[in-house]
Structure formats: C-alpha cells, structure tokens
C-alpha cells in the first residue's frame, strides 16, 4: 500500500497536529513530502508497516519532532541524512527491521537524543562516530544483531548513557575502555555473545554500575 501523495497536502493544511498515527496500516512506501510543513509535529508512529526504504527529505523541516516510531518494518538501509535537522529528537524506535549497516554520523545532528532502539537488526558493523554529538543518550539497544567487533571510540562523549543492551551478538572481544566515556552506566548486558575474556580495565571510571550480565 502507497500513501497517496495528496496526503501530503492534508497534513499541509493541518499543520497544528503534533502527533501522526500511521502504524498498522501495511504502507510500503512513503511520498517524499508527507510532512511538508507539519511545523509542530512531535510525534510520529511508522511502526508495524511493511516499509523497505524511506525519503531522504521525509522528515526535513522537522525541528519539533521528539519521537520517531519506525519498527517493525523491513527497512534495510537509512538515507545518510534522513535525521538532519531532528535537533530536539529525544527517541526513535528502528528494531526489528532489516537494517545492515548504518552511514556514519546519522545522528549527528540528534543532540537532544536520549533512547535509540537498533535491536533486532543484521548489524554487522557500526561506524565510530555513530553516536557523535549524541551527548544526551540515555539508552542503547543494539541487541540480537550480527555485531562481531566494535570501535573502540563507539560510545565516547555518551556521558549520560545508564544502559546499554549489547547480548545476542558474536562478539569475540571488547575494546579494554570502550566504556570509558560513560562515567553514569548503570546496566550492561553482554549475554549470549562469544566473548571468552573481558578486559581488566573495562568498566574503569563506571562508578554507577549495579548489573553486568555476562552469561
């Protein structure tokens, strides 16, 4: 099913909405202008339709947008600049999809960002500066993906990060301070990866921990 594209022209005329609902509604394909000005949107719910790709201008202009719902689609891969211009999203939801990689510095311009949902992808890798700017997160999941190493800079400057989900990975090993830019992490889950030692140093500066769950 495809939005008609003279549904960008209703919400054009509604510009007061700041919440969308268009989840359940099996769209395989999105106009690039659905939002066009839709100046006080908040909030957006894509989630459980059958979406393959998206616009790369889909959510330009949306300043005002704080949350973003995209799961349970079949999206394989994000246009480089699909978040440009999100500068007060605070959460977005893309697991369970089908995505492999994603471009660097996606969320660069995401500074108010506090929860991202990546698991139940095909991951394989994640580019270094994939959280860069992203000084706010709170939460990472990145869990049930294919990850089998990470950069050793991945969570750097996520200084306000308390939870991070990595299980159900291959991860062989871990970098020795990959946490070490997140002096307030309190829960990290590392289960039913291939880890067979973990560094000495690698919760160094996290005083905040209260669970590590490694098997």
Known sequence: RIVPPEWAGFWKFNNNKEALDLCNMNI????????????KLEKIWLNNNQLTKLPVSLFAGGSQLTHIYLHHNQLAELPPDIFA???????????????????ANIFAGCSQ???????????????VDLFTGCSQLKEISLYQNQLTELPADLFTGCSQAHTIYLCYNQLTELPANIFAGCPQLEHVRLHYNRLTKIPTSLFTGCSQIVCIDLC
């Open 85 to 103: 211009g999100c500068s007060q999203l605070k959460d977005i939801s893309l697991s369970h999809n089908q995505l492999t990689e994603l471009p």
């Open 113 to 127: 960002l506090q929860v991202i949902y990546l698991h139940h992808n095909q991951l394989t890798e994640l580019p």
């Open 28 to 39: 395989t394909e999105l106009p690039t202008d659905l939002f066009v000005g839709c100046s």
